[in-house]
């Protein structure tokens, strides 16, 4: 089945897209860490977060993507081919740990057309299990039709 | 140790973080975030874009702004920071990219502490390809 395409006609604004949940898995991290070669020990290893002043393995504030873009990908269907990720605003909350339950909610905040580029502004609000928000996302993306 | 605020200084350079972008890398992080665009992961496909080429998902060297600045912070984290991140020019396969940043301003308001600090990547030809615009909370 062919999935149709959203395009930039086509998206009500505002507009709400569900939310996704993503559990902050140690290989995951792991993974993204031999990938980014950031090895710092508070992301690998509970005894130097705990020295730290942590409660547990935090995850590199530079791994939000794994949080964030994946939930807009999957939230919001039919994303024409040949977008561009132009701007990205991000606040972040209380930190992110190995093992959290993260809940990501999306809304299409905003649709524009500057220089002939169709620009689409997507919000998320990324919150952990104990329901404190970690992360606020202003992702800026240019349409692909 | 965490730097504190009191130590900063306005005008000061945060030591620089570098590595070479390797399409190795880029297929690595395709598989760690899912996201396979055939312009990052497809040479042939690439080919015939306006890039020419393959080029890297830009996640990847936005990552060493983010370890350059936590780095010099000398924290895991960035509890209460906002960053403002445009993504200007792609970053190829065998391209060195260096992250680097400055201190520009300090402010106290309602009581947080805040650093503005203005980073960026740059490639071997300094040319700006990510810029970022971070409030550092204290």
């Excluded at chain 1, 992301?43 to 873009?69: H, M, N, Q, R, S």
């Excluded at chain 1, 299409?108 to 689409?120: F, H, N, P």
Aim: glycine share 8%; aromatic share 8%; charged share 25%.
């Amino acid at each position: 089945m062919t999935q149709e395409l959203l395009t930039f006609d086509q998206i009500p604004v505002p507009s709400e897209w569900g939310s996704r949940t993503f559990t902050v898995g140690e290989e995951t991290i792991k993974s993204w860490i031999d990938v980014i070669g950031d090895r710092t020990p508070v992301y690998v290893d509970a005894t130097a977060a705990k020295e730290a002043g942590y409660e547990g393995v935090l995850a590199p504030p530079g791994a939000w993507p794994l949080f964030i873009l994946d939930a807009i990908l999957k939230a919001i269907p039919g994303r024409p081919p040949g977008g561009v990720h132009a701007r990205q605003e991000l606040e972040f909350g209380v930190p992110i740990r190995v093992g959290d339950v993260l809940t990501t909610t999306v809304r299409i905040a905003d649709k524009y057309l500057k220089r002939e580029r169709r620009y689409v502004v997507q919000e998320t609000t990324t919150t952990n299990q104990r329901g404190e928000v970690v992360l606020i996302g202003r992702m800026t993306s240019i349409w692909g039709k | 140790m965490a730097r504190s605020y009191a130590e900063l200084e306005i005008g000061e350079e945060l030591p620089p973080v570098s590595r070479l972008m390797t399409q190795e890398t880029i297929n690595r992080y395709a598989d760690v975030s899912g996201d396979h665009n055939p312009i990052h992961v497809d040479p042939e496909f690439a080919k015939n874009t306006m890039f020419g080429g393959t080029i890297a998902h830009g996640i990847i060297s936005l990552s060493f702004v983010f370890q350059a600045l936590t780095d010099w912070l000398g924290r895991a984290d960035l509890d209460g920071s906002k960053l403002r991140i445009t993504f200007i020019n792609p970053v190829r396969p065998g391209d060195t990219v260096t992250a680097k940043g400055t201190v520009a301003a300090k402010s106290e308001v309602a009581g947080r502490k805040l650093a503005t600090c203005e980073l960026w990547i740059e490639n071997q030809r300094q040319e700006r390809c990510i810029v970022v615009e971070a409030e550092v909370a204290f």
